[in-house]
């Protein structure tokens, strides 16, 4: 499938989703990157009511900006978008004070994809509509790059089939603001505005590579990221009493 095949396809996807379980919204996290912005157009393009959510939290005023005017365009070309700017900065402050006894960076920023979460879970909750994902096939799949109960926790996942350069492309075939298009990946979870690449140490194109290449030089080190994540991956591990 090229990528207007694919925007059709998963576009449509969603729709029948959605209709089919009587949900009347969709509600997505804005982040600035890539896989939201093609994921909230899919969206978009269904004609069902679209809340886009802004959730700042760290002051990456740069990737808060790309969100926002990501929300402009989306507002400017779909005419069933609702926007919503939910500060989180004050909660994630109070979080941090309750919980100054056990300062983990690692789960301090993971927190603030749960915080975000239950951010959308409850504005859903409010309009009878369901959390849309926005994670692509290498992170949902490949190595687990991702927030569990976190990003992770959603209710449906578009884009979860699609290598990151598959998104590139759709998001070019959409017309995605450029400045998306063009940044570097990141999580937007960090105080030094760490890209994906530095965290993982691969660039999506090289673990794309090496998912499907078992020969690829960088092979090893995507199974040893991957190692490291599978029990985001895995279905949650239950006791089974004996018989």
């Not at 996942?157 to 298009?181: F, H, R, V, Y």
């Amino acid at each position: 499938m090229n990528a207007l095949e694919k925007i059709d396809f998963i576009s449509s996807w969603i729709d029948n989703y959605a209709k089919s379980h009587n949900f009347s919204s969709l509600v997505i996290g804005i982040s600035g990157g890539i896989d939201s912005a093609v994921t909230s157009t899919l969206c978009a393009k269904t004609g069902i009511n679209t809340f886009v959510v802004s959730m700042p939290i760290l002051d990456h005023q740069v990737l808060n900006n790309r969100g926002s005017n990501h929300i402009k365009w989306l507002k400017n070309n779909f005419n069933n978008i609702e926007n919503i700017d939910a500060n989180l900065s004050g909660v994630f402050k109070s979080f941090q004070d309750t919980l100054n006894n056990n300062n983990s960076e690692h789960g301090f920023a993971n927190s603030q994809a749960r915080l975000r979460m239950t951010t959308l879970y409850q504005i859903a909750a409010s309009n009878h509509g369901i959390v849309v994902g926005t994670g692509n096939k290498v992170e949902d799949f490949g190595i687990g790059f991702y927030t569990k109960y976190g990003d992770g926790g959603v209710d449906i996942s578009p884009i979860a089939d699609c290598l990151k350069t598959e998104i590139w492309e759709m998001g070019k075939a959409l017309n995605i603001n450029q400045e998306i298009i063009d940044a570097p990946p990141t999580d937007g979870l960090w105080t030094d505005g760490r890209t994906d690449e530095q965290q993982v140490g691969l660039s999506y194109e090289e673990i794309e590579e090496a998912m499907q290449n078992e020969n690829s030089i960088n092979r090893q080190k995507y199974l040893d990221v991957r190692k490291n994540n599978t029990h985001k991956m895995e279905s949650i591990p239950v006791c089974i009493l004996p018989k």
